[in-house]
């Protein structure tokens, strides 16, 4: 059974920082990898999706990278700011289209 | 393109009765929709997948006579918890799957609270 998992639950950081959102899973035998924002109380953001055959994906401040060999994703925020609080989810996406969600990084950027 | 709205986006009814949740693809359509539920403070977990046309599937452990899944069109699934209790109590998301793209799209959530 797949398990996915993001280091570290909770993450206060400086504005103006980078930052980096760990996620891991157990099983390297996904389809795709993709990651959410979530605001309290409300539904999904779609942020990047990592194709298997991709290495990482790029919008704007955030680069997300994925080495399935080792079942590991991160995702950068460059510059960060403050409208960038929010819980942050990986999930994996296997071949037979589940996804399987992460535990989430709580993520506040302090003015 | 590719919005999923979901209704109603919050109710509150009493235990023991029932409440439909409506997940609808508005502009593509989605053969196969996915139901999740997410608890306080934890992350989203699948119920069940949805197949227009045909029967639900749900993931272990969770009652398939207690969340029943109908998805008549390829539009629309619904979501109806049947005698509700108060530990039914969650935030309910649905996703949509736009064929040829290979990508769930999600609804905005609907927030069941059971008293």
């Known amino acids: 059974k797949q398990e996915v998992t993001q280091i570290p639950a909770a993450l206060s950081v400086p504005e103006g920082e980078n930052l980096v959102l760990n996620c891991s899973f157990t099983?390297?035998?996904?389809?795709?990898l993709q990651w959410f924002r979530q605001d309290p109380g409300k539904g999904l953001t779609s942020l990047l999706l990592i194709q298997s055959s991709q290495r990482e994906q790029t919008s704007g401040r955030l680069n997300a990278s994925l080495d399935k060999s080792s079942g590991r994703s991160t995702l950068y925020i460059a510059a960060s700011q403050p409208g960038d609080s929010a819980t942050y989810l990986c999930?994996?996406?296997?071949?037979?289209?589940?996804?399987?969600f992460g535990t989430g990084t709580r993520l506040t950027i302090i003015p | 393109g590719a919005v999923v709205s979901q209704h109603p986006s919050r109710v509150i009814c009493k235990s023991g009765t029932s409440v439909k949740i409506e997940c609808r693809s508005l502009d593509f359509q989605a053969t196969t929709m996915f139901w999740y539920r997410q608890f306080p403070k934890q992350s989203l977990m699948l119920m069940a997948t949805?197949?227009?046309?045909?029967?639900?599937?749900?993931e272990q452990g969770v009652e398939k006579d207690k969340f029943l899944i109908n998805h008549a069109s390829l539009t629309l699934s619904t979501l109806t918890v049947t005698s509700a209790h108060p530990e039914d109590s969650s935030f309910y998301i649905c996703?949509?799957?736009?064929?040829?793209?290979?990508?769930?799209?999600f609804g905005p959530g609907t927030r069941l609270t059971v008293l």
């Open positions: 099983d390297s035998a996904i389809y795709n």
């Open positions: 949805s197949n227009e046309g045909s029967k639900a599937t749900y």
């Open positions: 996703s949509a799957d736009r064929a040829g793209v290979n990508e769930q799209f």
């Open positions: 999930a994996v996406i296997e071949l037979n289209e589940k996804l399987t």
